[in-house]
């Protein structure tokens, strides 16, 4: 075969390919992703300790559910003031859960060991509940309402003691 045939058989190839994984990658980017307004999908991540995080199990309250990870610096930085939150609205009817991304269950427990945190938080390596978010940034927060619908989106760290959250969040408790 030709040289020039060869490089046609090549492109041929190399256009079904990305064909291909055109047509698997675009359904999961119009499917995942969760915006405001949006109805909170449910997820089920079982800890470590065999104990569970479902969404469906805080119906009627609010929940800010977090996206996180030990080895994203801007994650371990919230942590304090999302905990600090956790403590000031917990029995006003807002639940913080966090569901980590990490893979590494050693460093998962060394983490919460040394800096414990107040709220439920679950570790999920598949990343089934963020991917059912669309999340791909960490950490990602979401805010839902008592009735399952997302009604904030904070993408990136967030200092969570902000006048700012504390205001909204009394305005809605």
């Known amino acids: 075969m030709p040289s020039s045939s060869k490089a ?11 064909g291909v994984l055109l047509a ?10 969760v915006e405001v307004g949006d109805s909170a999908p449910d997820f089920n991540v079982t800890s470590d300790d065999g104990s569970g995080l479902r969404l469906e199990d805080y119906e009627g309250k609010y929940v ?26 917990k029995d ?3 639940v913080v859960l966090g569901v ?9 427990d060394r983490f919460l060991e040394a800096r414990p945190v107040s709220f439920p938080t679950a ?9 059912v978010y669309g999340t ?3 950490p990602e927060t979401y805010l ?19 006048p700012e959250i504390l205001n909204y969040l009394d305005s809605l408790l």
């Open 24 to 33: 698997r990658a675009v359904p999961y980017f119009e499917i995942h992703n």
């Open 123 to 131: 570790r999920d390596p598949e990343r089934s509940a963020s991917s």
């Open 64 to 89: 800010l559910l977090n996206f996180w990870a030990t080895w994203c610096p801007p994650c371990v930085q919230e942590m304090p003031s999302l905990s600090a939150l956790h403590d000031r609205f």
């Open 144 to 162: 839902i309402d008592p009735e399952g619908i997302v009604i904030r989106k904070y993408v990136g760290p967030e200092n969570w003691a902000r």
């Open 92 to 94: 006003e009817g807002l």
């Open 136 to 138: 791909v940034k960490y």
């Open 8 to 18: 046609i058989w090549a492109v041929a190839v190399n256009v079904v390919l990305l």
């Open 100 to 108: 980590s991304v990490d893979e590494d269950k050693e460093e998962y």
